[in-house]
């Protein structure tokens, strides 16, 4: 612990050692940027000051949530602003002579919105840093046209995804939002669902490491925001991309939207066919405490399947009068699939070998999700001051049956048979109310309220009253919160405030109890940064946070899908509570941005799976709790434009992990330092072809009971626009050189256990995307304002 206070300490000193200085300021530009038909501020719009003599870039900025700008330390001279953004025609101010301050109202025309594909070009950088979140622009990321949501996370810096598709926030859970909201597709099959869900119906991820009391508190490393792009062109507008792949993998989708003036309706649907091989050597050895007795199991899984999916959304927003809206929308996801498993076990002891047989699993799984949106927006007369109401209900059933049959080799004997049914409901509503009121220039307010009513049904059927259970988890959250934030001078500071009161209850039906539980807790936040300068901020944020279990991970009966090694729940899981801090300091100037900082994690009640023998041949897994968990890292987010053609991210990821689980009867502290990194460049070569590359390492990660093995892969993509840059043809492959795995050493004093896992992760994709549209003709022009 101490030698990683020192690293970390040196690493602030660095920091602090080497922020540049700047002489004193001669003039200012500031302005706002807005779409002139919805009049609504317009984020990460890049402003470029160029010199009106020979057009040379002066300075570089991107607006903020706003869609403010402010240019400081200008010399006196003549210049005009650029501004550009993704679909949209750049806009340039007519050329002035600065001297002192100059504001610049600058309105962008959604109606003449380009109906071009965006070149990938140092114009707009694929990722972008801002003191409070990261965001990756999607639309930038070429392999985005051909995978999926899953393969596009794994590009995102700070983000981790295993081999199995579940997501992480430097190295600990994350909670996934859809649209800046709680979906429920990313519920307990997120992962799934990600591996399915088209990157291309995706704008832009951004990641939150210390959210506000705003949202909700759930995650250990914060929160991970997908926006789904949403056209609200004018006119008629959609998209087409089919993509093929090796091994008979293709996907299409396709997106429309008209909007006439007051109404915009939109949709999308799209189908995914993917193939799946993945590979498991499990070998380990136990021994009995009692006897002594010591034996080794040797268990190569081959699994294959192909899930098919499609993904469809419908909606409408309708825009009463200048004070009121209303919207109504609702998306459909279907998941299908056979799979067919083939393990090849053997166990054996002193003597020999005891059994050589074959376990065949013939499985099929249908997955679906029906969610609906409704919401109202009032505006009051003063800007930005608004009431809005949404209503969320979701059903999502799901059907798994399995097959299994024992094919023995030795001893001889006859074959057996068993199989179970699962039967699996999740019911979600949520009301959320949030009401912003901005007090004055530099202060606002905001309130709401956040209901989340969810039940998780789960029913097991079996080949023996064993193997048969029916249990019912019921959530009911109660939560309000408030923030209030007020900058004066160089500082900002909000502070949050969420309190949450939540009714459990788990049900097993089958033996004809319920454990139910409440609790009240609170979730204070700080948010607080100091502007050095135009170009350079610190800033130091603190939120309290939790991770509830999930029904599975309660659920104490047993699944067999493999009889010699069996999964239950804990019913009296414990909630982790988690105390973060983050210290962070941003330097950005001319399209470049640095952002290194360092963040503290203190969890109690951890999760953790602990496996154990429950006799001399079966081990069961469960979720239990660790005492707490320590947690420290440091991380630079490097990115920009290096020149005119190359633009690149670089984070590296230094990360420190004590914890206990004495209460476990682990009687020694484990502790570890891990790091990643993770690459992205794109290269223009011509006007009309870019080519990315993108490569992510893991190294090794501490587990109560061992250790998780490094991992690496790498990517890349090739894109060439046609037909007048209205569509473009690419190619993409994932993982390159084949080393992506998942790899894990186990120790204790009766289990020794090393398992493998590889899949069939290099993947080619060969694809065409066509832009199509029509915008009706406006006599209204690009507006600016010079007044001074």
């Known amino acids: 612990m101490s030698k990683s206070t020192h690293y970390l300490s040196l690493f602030l000193l660095l920091i602090c050692s080497n922020l540049p200085v700047y002489g004193q300021s001669k003039g200012s530009i500031s302005g706002k940027v807005s779409a002139i038909s919805s009049k609504l501020p317009m984020e990460f719009v890049n402003i470029v000051l160029k010199s009106a003599k020979d057009s040379a870039v002066v300075v570089h900025e991107v607006t903020d949530q706003k869609g403010g700008f402010n240019l400081k330390n200008i010399p006196i001279g003549t210049y005009f602003l650029q501004a550009s953004f993704i679909g949209f025609d750049d806009v340039k101010t007519p050329i002035f002579h600065l001297e002192g301050t100059k504001v610049f109202p600058i309105f962008m025309d959604d109606s003449k919105q380009t109906l071009n594909e965006v070149q990938v070009s140092a114009k707009k950088a694929i990722f972008s840093s801002s003191?409070?979140?990261?965001?990756?622009?999607?639309?930038?990321?070429?392999?985005?046209?051909?995978?999926?949501?899953?393969?596009?996370?794994?590009?995102?810096?700070?983000v981790q995804v295993d081999i199995d598709g579940n997501v992480s926030l430097r190295n600990s859970t994350a909670t996934i939002l859809i649209n800046g909201k709680v979906s429920p597709l990313m519920g307990k099959n997120a992962a799934a669902v990600l591996q399915q869900l088209p990157a291309n119906s995706i704008e832009r991820i951004e990641v939150i490491t210390n959210p506000s009391a705003k949202y909700k508190p759930d995650g250990t490393g914060g929160i991970i925001n997908i926006v789904l792009k949403k056209t609200t062109k004018r006119g008629w507008n959609g998209n087409l991309t089919g993509n093929v792949g090796n091994r008979e993998r293709y996907n299409a989708s396709s997106s429309f939207s008209y909007n006439p003036g007051r109404m915009n309706v939109f949709g999308s649907y799209s189908i995914r066919q993917d193939d799946r091989i993945r590979t498991t050597i499990n070998n380990r050895t136990q021994k009995d405490p009692e006897s002594g007795a010591v034996n080794s199991y040797q268990d190569q899984l081959e699994s294959?399947?192909?899930?098919?999916?499609?993904?469809?959304?419908?909606?409408?927003?309708?825009?009463?009068?200048?004070?009121?809206?209303?919207?109504?929308?609702?998306?459909?996801?279907?998941?299908?699939?056979?799979?067919?498993?083939?393990?090849?076990?053997?166990?054996?002891?002193?003597?020999?070998?005891?059994?050589?047989?074959?376990?065949?699993?013939?499985?099929?799984?249908?997955?679906?999700?029906?969610?609906?949106?409704?919401?109202?927006?009032?505006?009051?007369a003063k800007e930005n001051h608004k009431l809005r109401m949404e209503f969320n209900i979701a059903h999502s059933p799901e059907t798994e049956n399995n097959h299994f049959t024992n094919i023995f080799r030795y001893p001889v004997q006859a074959d057996q048979r068993d199989y179970t049914l699962i039967k699996q409901t999740t019911d979600v509503k949520n009301l959320l109310l949030n009401y912003e009121?901005?007090?004055?220039?530099?202060?606002?307010?905001?309130?709401?309220?956040?209901?989340?009513?969810?039940?998780?049904?789960?029913?097991?059927?079996?080949?023996?009253?064993?193997?048969?259970?029916?249990?019912?988890?019921?959530?009911?959250?109660?939560?309000?919160?408030?923030?209030?934030?007020?900058?004066?001078?160089?500082?900002?500071?909000?502070?949050?405030?969420?309190?949450e009161y939540t009714e459990l209850k788990s049900a097993l039906i089958s033996a004809g109890t319920s454990i139910p539980n409440h609790y009240f807790k609170v979730y204070p936040t700080l948010h607080f940064s100091y502007k050095l300068n135009d170009h350079k901020e610190l800033q130091l944020n603190y939120s309290r946070r939790v991770r509830r279990p999930e029904g599975d991970d309660l659920n104490p009966f047993a699944?067999?899908?493999?009889?010699?090694?069996?999964?239950?729940?804990?019913?009296?899981?414990?909630?982790?509570?988690?105390?973060?801090?983050?210290?962070?300091?941003?330097?950005?100037?001319?399209?470049?941005?640095?952002?290194?900082?360092?963040?503290?994690?203190?969890?109690?009640?951890?999760?953790t799976s602990i496996t154990s023998l429950l006799n001399d041949s079966v081990l069961v897994t469960k979720q239990e709790n660790l005492a707490n968990d320590k947690a420290m890292g440091a991380d630079v987010v490097v990115s920009g434009n290096i020149s005119s053609k190359i633009n690149m991210s670089l984070?590296?990821?230094?990360?420190?992990?004590?914890?206990?689980?004495?209460?476990?009867?682990?009687?020694?502290?484990?502790?570890?330092?891990?790091?990643?990194?993770?690459?992205?460049?794109?290269?223009?070569?011509?006007?009309?072809?870019?080519?990315?590359?993108?490569?992510?390492?893991?190294?090794?990660?501490?587990?109560?009971?061992?250790?998780?093995?490094?991992?690496?892969?790498?990517?890349?993509?090739?894109?060439?626009?046609?037909?007048?840059?209205?569509?473009?043809?690419?190619?993409?492959?994932?993982?390159?050189?084949?080393?992506?795995?998942?790899?894990?050493?186990?120790?204790?004093?009766?289990?020794?256990?090393?398992?493998?896992?590889?899949?069939?992760?290099?993947?080619?994709?060969?694809?065409?995307?066509?832009?199509?549209?029509?915008?009706?003709?406006?006599?209204?022009?690009?507006?600016?304002?010079?007044?001074?």
């Open 559 to 607: 699944e067999y899908a493999d009889p010699t090694n069996i999964r239950i729940g804990n019913p009296y899981l414990l909630p982790e509570i988690i105390h973060s801090v983050e210290a962070g300091y941003l330097w950005r100037k001319n399209g470049l941005s640095i952002l290194p900082g360092i963040y503290y994690r203190y969890t109690a009640n951890r999760f």
């Open 304 to 380: 294959k399947t192909r899930p098919f999916s499609n993904i469809a959304t419908l909606g409408l927003d309708y825009t009463i009068d200048d004070q009121n809206s209303f919207g109504l929308s609702g998306n459909y996801y279907l998941r299908k699939q056979q799979k067919h498993d083939l393990t090849v076990k053997k166990v054996s002891d002193f003597s020999g070998l005891k059994q050589d047989y074959d376990r065949v699993r013939e499985n099929s799984e249908k997955e679906s999700n029906g969610s609906a949106l409704l919401y109202f927006e009032h505006n009051f």
């Open 651 to 788: 984070t590296p990821n230094i990360f420190y992990n004590q914890i206990d689980a004495s209460n476990l009867g682990y009687a020694n502290k484990r502790s570890t330092i891990t790091w990643s990194t993770n690459f992205n460049m794109g290269y223009l070569i011509t006007n009309t072809l870019s080519f990315q590359l993108n490569s992510i390492y893991k190294s090794s990660r501490l587990t109560p009971q061992g250790t998780f093995l490094p991992s690496f892969v790498m990517n890349a993509a090739l894109r060439k626009d046609v037909f007048a840059k209205k569509g473009s043809i690419y190619l993409a492959g994932s993982d390159l050189f084949k080393t992506q795995r998942q790899e894990v050493d186990l120790q204790g004093p009766y289990l020794v256990q090393h398992v493998k896992t590889n899949s069939n992760s290099r993947i080619f994709y060969l694809g065409l995307s066509y832009n199509f549209g029509s915008v009706p003709k406006k006599k209204k022009e690009v507006q600016f304002d010079n007044s001074l």
């Open 437 to 499: 009121n901005p007090l004055s220039e530099n202060t606002k307010l905001e309130a709401g309220y956040d209901g989340q009513f969810n039940k998780d049904d789960m029913d097991f059927y079996g080949a023996d009253v064993l193997r048969t259970n029916h249990f019912i988890y019921h959530e009911r959250i109660h939560a309000v919160y408030s923030t209030f934030s007020h900058e004066v001078n160089k500082i900002s500071i909000m502070v949050g405030l969420r309190a």
């Open 131 to 158: 003191i409070d979140r990261k965001v990756y622009q999607v639309d930038m990321d070429l392999m985005a046209k051909s995978g999926s949501a899953s393969e596009v996370l794994q590009n995102v810096p700070l």
